[in-house]
């Protein structure tokens, strides 16, 4: 079920961009382009190796636990505030993932790798280098503005943690976890980091930079996880580290 759906939902993003290039309408040929990539992906699945077909499996379930936690939101309708509404999203998502975890996969806590980031220093500070680096870059103009930044509300922070730590679990310790076993590292963390700003457009309108941008972030999530031997708090603190900063200058 998983491979089903992790297939269509790659298939749908191949017709998107398709779509986003050639500025085509809904038409015939995206319907072709759609059930086409079904197929081609479908081959490409079949000649796989176990542990790619289990890449496919793993990825596909973990997004179908971020298509349901969308589908929930949207038909309980809670109209209290964007940033509650951002905390009930975020939550069913960790329940579901948690439920995935424990009941469906038979893991403890223990199994997500959660350590000490001491022995890790290193990656975690070429990490929050390239962040910091990245921001400079993006918000050039307000850093020679002198914008004063302003520290997020606690409702704010809630929504960033929980974020970060679904999210965190989704493409870090899931699919890149699974990816690295199938792929060589460096395609396991593109692979995890593309799927990874994917995910944030099943609630935001597409934006080819912000694709590119959250696809970076991945790629720095990825090589410090990987880096620091699959330790989940490194990649965990520079997600959230990375949403608070910039939150503040917004």
């Known amino acids: 079920m998983g491979s089903i759906f992790f297939i269509c939902y790659i298939s749908f993003w191949i017709t998107f961009?398709?779509?986003?290039i050639t500025g085509k309408s809904l038409d015939v040929y995206l319907l072709y382009a759609f059930f086409g990539s079904i197929l081609i992906l479908s081959i490409i699945f079949y000649k796989f190796s176990s542990d790619q077909k289990l890449f496919f499996m793993i990825s596909g379930e973990t997004h179908m636990c971020f298509a349901l936690s969308y589908i929930l939101s949207e038909i309980i309708?809670?109209?209290?505030?964007p940033y509650f509404d951002n905390i009930f999203f975020f939550s069913s998502l960790l329940l579901l993932v948690l439920g995935y975890h424990f009941i469906i996969n038979r893991k403890d806590v223990n199994d997500f790798n959660?350590?000490?980031i001491m022995p890790d220093a290193v990656p975690l500070a070429i990490g929050t280098l390239c962040i910091c680096g990245i921001f400079a870059f993006r918000n050039r103009n307000i850093l020679?503005?002198?914008?004063?930044?302003?520290l997020p509300s606690f409702e704010?922070?809630?929504?960033?943690?929980?974020a970060a730590f679904t999210e965190e679990i989704i493409s870090r310790y899931y699919i890149q976890g699974v990816s690295l076993k199938a792929f060589h590292p460096a395609y396991a963390i593109l692979f995890s980091s593309i799927l990874f700003s994917l995910l944030h457009f099943f609630t935001n309108v597409f934006e080819l930079q912000i694709f590119f941008f959250h696809t970076v972030h991945g790629i720095i999530y990825g090589y410090t996880y990987y880096k620091s031997e699959n330790n989940l708090s490194v990649p965990?603190?520079?997600h959230f580290f990375?949403?608070?900063?910039?939150?503040?200058f917004q």
Do not use: A, M, T
């Open 17 to 20: 961009f398709i779509f986003h």
């Open 77 to 81: 309708p809670l109209n209290v505030s």
């Open 114 to 116: 959660i350590q000490d």
């Open 144 to 150: 020679f503005s002198l914008v004063q930044p302003h």
């Open 156 to 162: 704010q922070l809630v929504v960033l943690g929980l």
């Open 236 to 238: 965990l603190i520079l």
């Open 242 to 248: 990375n949403n608070v900063f910039i939150l503040s």
